[in-house]
């Protein structure tokens, strides 16, 4: 089974909702037989590359609200979190383009090392010091390696813009096609859906409808015609 998970690194209930869903994974039966897939979605895809600014003066154009009730967001944000045993700096953050981000996930998915790098951007992103934004390039670089890829292939991707970046809209088109206005999604086996960050009794209640819901394979037999298989082929008799 697949769980496809739509997601920002800006996104701090992504963050939040990573960790609940795993919870519910790691009780699951079967969890050996489900792939997750992390998905690109862009929280802010219009925003400069160049240009990052605190999380709460963000938070205050963006949605009109006060600093301290942006700041009494951050604090609620970093309860749930360590409800989560995340940790979450709710002083002090910055925010940005994720774009060169959800690239390097791409680039991360093909190595086998997508999800190593999606926990470490998060908790580089939500509980570190060191911004992933306004640091350059090489802070990325140093957390990629990391996360198992070859600092020389991570530059090459970041010099060049357009690698990845076809993946990653796509992604973008998919979530719209599917209805995914916010993140976190999660898509199971394209037949369930489960939008932001719930309990994870939720998700595992989502496991195991999805799981019970797969269809076996109907088989039409009209008088066993011949085949080959391990023992080798059926000789026709005359």
């Not at 609200?65 to 604090?75: F, R």
């Not at 990325?140 to 600092?151: C, H, I, P, S, Y």
């Not at 898509?187 to 859906?193: A, E």
Request: contains cysteine.
């Amino acid at each position: 089974m697949r769980v496809e998970i739509w997601s920002d690194i800006a996104c701090p209930w992504c963050y939040v909702g990573k960790a609940r869903f795993e919870k519910a994974l790691a009780a699951f039966p079967h969890r050996d037989d489900v792939e997750v897939v992390h998905r690109s979605f862009e929280l802010d895809p219009g925003r400069a590359k160049g240009d990052v600014q605190p999380v709460l003066t963000m938070l205050t154009r963006k949605y009109g609200m006060s600093e301290a009730q942006a700041q009494a967001g951050e604090d609620n944000l970093g309860a749930q979190a360590a409800a989560e045993g995340l940790e979450y700096r709710t002083r002090g953050r910055d925010h940005g383009n994720t774009f060169d981000l959800h690239r390097l996930l791409h680039l991360a998915k093909e190595q086998g090392r997508q999800d190593e790098l999606v926990q470490i951007l998060y908790r580089a992103n939500f509980a570190e010091e060191r911004s992933v934004f306004s640091e350059g390039e090489e802070r990325l670089v140093e957390l990629a390696v990391e996360a198992g890829l070859d600092a020389a292939v991570v530059r090459e991707v970041l010099a060049d813009p357009s690698r990845y970046a076809d993946e990653v809209r796509a992604d973008e088109r998919e979530a719209a096609e599917l209805g995914a206005n916010g993140v976190p999604f999660f898509v199971l086996d394209r037949k369930y859906g489960v939008s932001g960050a719930q309990p994870a009794e939720v998700f595992t209640q989502a496991l195991s409808q999805a799981w019970g819901a797969r269809s076996p394979l109907k088989l039409i037999d009209e008088g066993g015609a011949e085949a080959c298989g391990p023992d080798g082929c059926a000789v026709p008799q005359h």
